[in-house]
C-alpha cells in the first residue's frame, strides 16, 4: 500500500490537544553541527551532496549516472500569522503549516494569543536524494530542528540548532528536519536542494502522541 501523502495546508484546530516534548536547543557552530551538515559563509561557493539513485539488484548504477538531477534554488519565506508559522518554498513550490505557539486547538491566525518563543511541531522529513541548504537572505536569528539518519526516527533523538543568522546551515542528505524558524516574525532565507525533491515524512503526533517543542531564544 503506498503512503498518504501528508497534508501540510490545515486549519490547526483539526490537531488535537497533545502533552509535548522539549527539544534542546544549541547554538550552532563548526563543531557543534558535525555529522549533521556543516555552517556556510557563502552559498555561491557551495556545492550540496547528490545522492546516486540507489541501485534496484546486483548490478550496479553505470558510473557518472543517477545522480545529473541536480539541484533547484529559491526563496523560502518563514511568517508568523498570529500564534501559526506559516512557510513557503519558492524552490519546489510548496506551502506549509510548520507549527504553531500554542495549543492547536486554540491557537489563532487572526491574532497573537501566545508569546512567540517556542514553535510546537507537528511533523519532520528528511530527502534521500539530496542535501539542503539554508541561507538567511536577512541576516537574522533563526532556528533549525534536526535528527540524524534512520527511519527510527524517536523525539528524544531531535535537536535544535540555534543560528545567528551571519551564516548558512546546510544539512547533509537524510538528516531529519523541518522548514526553517524565524526567531522573529518573518524571515526570507535562499533554499537549495536536490531537484528530485524525495522526501520521507514522519508525523510526529500520530506517531508519538506529543508535539516537539522547539524553543526560540537561548536560555
Known amino acids: 500500500m503506498d503512503a498518504p501523502t501528508p497534508n501540510y495546508m490545515f486549519d490547526p484546530s483539526e490537531k488535537p490537544s497533545r502533552d509535548l516534548f522539549e527539544v534542546p536547543l544549541i547554538v550552532a557552530t563548526d563543531e557543534s553541527v558535525k555529522g549533521y551538515g556543516c555552517l556556510v559563509d ?16 546486483w548490478r550496479p548504477i553505470d558510473a557518472n549516472t543517477g545522480d545529473e538531477a541536480g539541484y533547484v534554488e529559491g526563496t523560502f519565506r518563514c511568517d508568523w ?23 492547536p486547538q486554540t491557537a489563532s491566525a ?7 518563543n517556542k514553535v510546537l511541531l507537528w511533523h519532520m ?6 542535501g539542503q541548504l539554508f541561507f538567511p537572505l536577512d541576516n537574522k536569528p533563526f532556528v533549525v530542528p534536526v535528527a540524524l539518519p534512520g527511519d527510527d526516527l524517536k523525539p528524544e533523538k531531535v535537536v535544535a540548532f540555534w543560528a545567528d543568522g ?5 544539512i547533509h542528505p537524510g538528516i531529519w528536519h523541518e522548514g526553517i524558524f524565524p526567531v522573529e516574525d518573518q524571515q526570507r532565507f535562499l533554499d537549495r536542494q536536490g531537484k528530485v525533491h524525495a522526501r520521507v515524512s514522519c508525523d510526529i503526533g500520530e506517531e508519538f502522541g506529543v508535539y516537539l517543542s522547539v524553543p526560540l531564544q537561548l536560555t
Open 42 to 57: 557563502d552559498p555561491a561557493k557551495f556545492d550540496i551532496e547528490i545522492v546516486q539513485w540507489p541501485a534496484q539488484g
Open 166 to 170: 551571519s551564516k548558512g546551515l546546510y
Open 125 to 130: 522529513n528528511y530527502h534521500p536524494d539530496g
Open 81 to 103: 500569522k498570529g500564534d501559526i508559522l506559516y512557510g513557503v518554498n519558492e524552490a519546489v513550490n510548496g506551502n506549509y503549516v510548520l507549527g504553531w505557539s500554542t495549543d
Open 110 to 116: 487572526e491574532a497573537q494569543t501566545e508569546p512567540r
